[in-house]
């Protein structure tokens, strides 16, 4: 692992945003912009924060070869991200 690997935040969040459904009911538009703004803010700090903490997360796998590395080890490193 030579490379560093980052996401782009607004990118990702803009992704992951519209990724998620709304209704499509005039009385909810408001409380639809107020969710997929809180998305947009979290998918986009959590992509900081993993920029942030890719090499402590990616550690483990430069320690050994990669392919010994299992999707599982890296899932749990990235499900330990939170920001709020």
């Known amino acids: 692992m030579e490379d560093k ?4 935040p607004k990118e990702f969040a ?13 009385e909810h ?3 639809n912009a107020k969710n997929k703004l809180v ?5 986009y700090y959590l992509a900081e924060k993993f920029n942030s903490m890719e ?3 990616l550690e483990s796998a430069r320690d050994k070869k990669v392919e010994d590395m299992s999707l599982s080890e890296l899932m749990q490193k990235v499900s330990e991200l939170s920001y709020f």
């Open 5 to 8: 690997q980052t996401l782009n």
């Open 55 to 57: 090499d402590d997360i």
């Open 14 to 26: 803009y992704h992951f945003v519209d990724s998620i459904p709304v209704e499509n009911n005039k």
């Open 39 to 43: 998305a947009y803010l979290t998918a």
């Open 29 to 31: 538009f408001e409380a």
